[in-house]
């Protein structure tokens, strides 16, 4: 590893933990406006999608698979569906596993 990677890391390690940090050490000393507030709301929403959207569509990390073949689009198919029918999370996530590893074994 060169001196420069090493400087990278160092680097991108500090402002990361001072950044996460910031909010431990000032508490409520600070005050959001209600925009940053209400925007804080959407950072988990949208840091799952960004996790979940590429291992569902490109399950080999390369090409698009948006056919029956592809058994992590149906299980977040039918996650999905469990999700917005029975609003019931654990079912969601039961339900797309099943569905996953049974499409999975069937197609072996």
């Known amino acids: 590893m060169s001196q420069y990677e090493l400087a990278v ?9 001072l950044i996460r940090y910031s909010f431990f050490a000032l508490g409520d000393k600070v ?14 929403v949208a840091v799952l999608t960004a ?6 569509l490109l399950p080999d990390g390369r090409h698009w698979q948006l056919d ?6 149906l299980g977040a198919l039918v996650s999905a569906f469990i999700a ?10 039961g339900g797309g596993m099943a569905v996953f590893f049974l499409w999975r074994w069937l197609l072996a």
């Open 84 to 93: 917005w029918r029975f609003n019931h999370l654990l079912a969601a996530m």
């Open 9 to 17: 890391i160092l680097g991108m390690t500090a402002v990361t933990f």
């Open 51 to 56: 996790i979940v959207v590429p291992m569902v």
């Open 31 to 44: 005050q959001f406006p209600p925009l940053v507030k209400r925007a804080l709301r959407y950072v988990p």
């Open 68 to 73: 029956w073949r592809n058994a992590w689009l």
